[in-house]
């Protein structure tokens, strides 16, 4: 083991390599999440999204990763451009003390998000993402009236029969449950 260890350390391109893997899987435990559709005004989306990552408080290598992270003087970029904060300060932390940065948008319909440790390449995290298909897949455009954001449907729509023809047997049953009571006495 001693020798593969010092094999890798000593091989710059497969040390390059292996480092290439860490940056891209640190990366990956980020996503991003809009708050809400963002406002479309001409050709830019204006609105407020958050940057998240996977690992929870109560996971054990978070307060590790958080720690490597600040250490590395680790920024978020959104096209390029810093977003403000640093890792272990309250701007990157939510309620339940997971990452939870929020960022400001003011882009057109795709974006990338990105992080930067000192010393290595800039890394997207899962981008580029597209405004549409976040609204998308987030289900920010769903239709509202059930529990589960689908259209309600209606009583054509699915072959049973509508509330009025429903309320029309209530009554009819009631009317014939009166005229038997009638014709018993």
């Known amino acids: 083991m001693h020798g593969l260890k010092l094999n890798v350390q000593t091989n710059h391109p497969i040390s390059r390599v292996i480092d290439d ?47 490597q992270l600040s250490r590395s003087s680790a920024y978020f970029y959104l096209n390029s451009f810093p977003i403000s904060g640093r890792f272990g300060d309250h701007s990157c932390l939510g309620a339940d003390v997971s990452i939870r940065k929020r960022v400001q948008l ?57 509330i009025r023809s429903s309320m029309n047997r209530i009554a009819l049953r009631k009317d014939k449950s009166k005229e038997a009571a009638n014709d018993r006495f």
């Open 106 to 162: 003011n882009i057109g319909d795709s974006f990338t998000i990105s992080l930067k440790q000192e010393g290595l390449e800039t890394c997207n995290i899962n981008s580029p993402y597209s405004v549409a298909k976040l609204v998308v897949a987030q289900g920010l455009n769903v239709y509202f009236g059930r529990a589960d954001h689908q259209k309600r449907r209606r009583c054509a729509d699915t072959g049973l029969p509508g």
């Open 21 to 67: 893997i860490a940056r891209y899987t640190i990366a990956s435990l980020f996503y991003f999440e809009l708050e809400s559709i963002p406002e479309r005004h001409e050709n830019v989306h204006v609105g407020t999204g958050h940057i998240l990552c996977f690992l929870r408080e109560s996971d054990p290598e978070f307060k590790a990763f958080i720690n």
